[in-house]
């Protein structure tokens, strides 16, 4: 790993808020700077908050989200209509449902760009974008986010970044997204 590019380890007790904050920090990042392709990898997911605007900081990023906690679903729309291909790999459980439905009904007009793959064994987690790479313990759930003791390592190194999309790529057999 390059010095140049530290990871920040992140270690969380139960209750914690340092990963939604770095959740936070990281999608509203996209939301500016969107990535060509974003990965999410969770064996369980649900339509948790992601980004905090009841005091509306966010509001030049997005008006319509005036004073309200952004769910996930919803951020997600957004960086789909800035042009981002979101890569989504889950597991085919019930829990994941709803927040299945709600991406497919919030991007239907960008269909195109939502792809999804359901594997029964998964049990990586990850978060991939063009210049970062969260990975870890944790699911994109509310335990996984709040509650949960999890560790996870935020890396920015672009070499470390280019070789796990590599990975994932080929791992989903979308080479040409690297």
């Given at each position: ?5 530290p ?24 939301i ?101 790479y ?45």
């Open positions: 790993m390059n010095t140049n590019y990871s920040r380890f992140i270690h969380t007790t139960n209750y914690s808020q340092e990963i939604a904050d770095v959740l936070q920090s990281l999608f509203v990042m996209e500016i700077q969107p990535s060509r392709c974003l990965w999410i990898v969770s064996p369980w997911i649900s339509d948790i908050p992601i980004i905090n605007n009841e005091a509306n900081q966010f509001l030049t990023i997005e008006p319509h989200w005036a004073r309200k906690k952004v769910t996930f679903s919803e951020v997600l729309a957004k960086l789909v209509e800035n042009g981002t291909v979101i890569r989504l790999a889950t597991r085919p459980d019930p829990h994941n449902n709803r927040f299945l439905e709600k991406l497919k009904a919030a991007t239907k007009e960008c269909e195109d760009r939502v792809h999804i793959y359901s594997r029964s064994l998964l049990h990586s987690k990850g978060l991939l974008g063009d210049h970062f969260l990975s870890g313990s944790m699911n994109f759930t509310f335990n996984g986010i709040s509650v949960n003791e999890e560790s996870v390592q935020l890396i920015t190194d672009p070499q470390d970044i280019s070789q796990n999309r590599i990975e994932f790529a080929n791992r989903w057999g979308d080479e040409h997204l690297v």
